[in-house]
């Protein structure tokens, strides 16, 4: 209970500061999260669903939900998207809800090197549930935020005049491929969006910080191929964020065999080391589902009880996954060392 508190306490805190993105440890499987230049990189629609549950030592400290749905059209060297997510903390105390548009658009420089570039735009909501909070004024050494009777404490913290706001936000990004090798930036609330429900002062409330991200990796064939043309392939990759005063390095490895997939990943943030991460999945025809675990690897695996670590679960739906469509892009000369992604 006392565990639960603090937790409650914190998120009250940091409701006017900094906020900061969540970020899947499955990227690939949320490939426009990490950069809307993505957009359109298979030659069919595709949705993807995504759950990420952080830290569920925690009850219910950090869940989020994500669905996205996108298509290339070929013809305009185009790709469409839209996204939409939900990230709740606290139990659902505090929520942020986006939804997002994507357009990416692909400039071919060579016979096998191409240029795309992303741009999203959408709205950012957030809403806060006042009467969940506890505040550290309302706790009692004994009985905790409620009196003997099981009423709560009284609290000396004002309500905001306002428990949910709306912004609109924009991003964009760059993603170039050839041969092996692909890498890309993204950045993300270019316009600053204010996204805070208090307002204390002007250096506390100059907006979502931008969110740059460069990710970098590249694809080998490992030889072998199964009934249905697949080959074998590894994928070493590299990602790195920065969002205000949080960052995050990611380096690790992403392998395909037919029809089972896996990978491994260290993440450290700029202080120190934060997460091992594995992952397996499974595909089968238009699906592919993948779950992954972080093992956590900074001093909070040393809170009582521990972190529980965190869990995500993807599911993808690829019509580009068809013989007819295979036939079409190497046809095409469709240039694909974004197995990973797909």
Known sequence: MKKWLTVMIILAGCVPVFSQDPVFSQFYAAPLHLNPAFAGVTNAPRITLNYRNQYPGFPNAY???AATYEQSIEALNSGFGLMLSADAAGDGIYKTNRVAAVYGYRLQASDDFFIKFGVE???IQTVIDWNRLV???QLDPLTGAVDGSGNPNPSQELQPERLNNTVFDVSAGLLAYGGPFYGGVSVKHLNTPDESLIKLN???NAGLPLRITVH???EF???GRNNRGNTAFISPNAMFIKQGPFGQFNVGAYAGFGQFFGGAWYRHTLSNPDAAIVMLGFRKGVLRIGYSYDLTLSPLAQAPGGTGGTHEVSLTIN???SRELARKKRASRYN????MFN
Do not use: M, S, W
Not at 336 to 339: A, G, H, I, T
């Open 121 to 123: 735009a959408g709205l």
């Open 221 to 223: 064939n490992l030889g």
């Open 336 to 339: 694909d060392c974004f197995k």
């Open 202 to 204: 002007e250096n506390l």
């Open 135 to 137: 505040f550290g004024d």
């Open 319 to 321: 019509f580009d996954d």
């Open 216 to 218: 970098a990796g590249a």
């Open 63 to 65: 869940i989020t939900y």
